[in-house]
């Protein structure tokens, strides 16, 4: 036997989804430019975590608001780092280990005040292939710094330089989505 709906039940199956779609559909767009982002970022928990503080971003204008986010983290970060390098917090006796620490005070010097300053300027600009090219060599520079300490036992900047490479290779996807997005439609 075949049972029918009757206009009451189906009356309160409409009634329901529209009293719980919206909230859910709300949701979801708030999280979903994130989401979008960090999958298609290589280091998904890192982003995740790092642009969670604005998660109210949504269009095309928020995606420079997720790139500059990540770039001012990442700066906070890399500016300590340079300060506590500068105030000798990484002293050692070791004369190898000094060496690599005079030459990250050196990368890290690039990294705050020349590359990642360029990068945020020029994310201001709208210039995303500059931010892109300051976010890749900022990288770079962290892992010369990384690669210093190769045979030392004591890797005091391991995990900055770490997090400054990945943060940068987030950067980096995140400007990728407005590299494309702003290309310039091809006439032929
Ligand atoms: C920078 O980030 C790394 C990785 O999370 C952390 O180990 C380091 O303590 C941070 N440095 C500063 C100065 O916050």
Same mark, same amino acid.
């Not at 917090?89 to 070791?94: F, G, L, S, W």
């Given at each position: 036997m075949k049972q029918t709906s009757s206009p009451t039940t189906i009356f309160l199956h409409l009634f329901i989804l529209i009293i719980l779609i919206p909230p859910i559909q709300s949701t979801l767009s708030h999280t979903s430019l994130l989401e979008q982002i960090c999958r298609q970022s290589p280091h998904y928990h890192l982003c995740t975590i790092t642009l969670r503080?604005? /998660?109210n971003h949504r269009s095309k204008e928020d995606i420079i608001g997720f790139a500059r986010l990540a770039l001012r983290i990442v700066n906070a970060n890399a500016t300590i780092t340079l300060n506590h390098i500068k105030k000798g917090?990484?002293? !050692? !006796?070791?004369p190898m280990e000094k060496e690599a620490i005079k030459d990250c005070l050196a990368s890290y010097n690039m990294i705050v005040n020349v590359h990642l300053h360029e990068a945020l300027n020029a994310l201001n600009k709208h210039d995303y292939k500059i931010v892109k090219q300051r976010a890749y060599v900022a990288g770079i520079q962290a892992e010369t710094c990384d690669n210093k300490?190769?045979?030392? /036992?004591?890797?005091?900047l391991k995990d900055t330089n770490r997090y400054v490479q990945n943060l940068c290779a987030i950067i980096m996807s995140i400007v990728n989505k407005l590299i494309l997005t702003n290309q310039p439609t091809s006439s032929y």
């Open positions: 503080s604005s /998660i917090y990484m002293q !050692t !006796t070791c300490f190769k045979n030392s /036992i004591r890797k005091p």
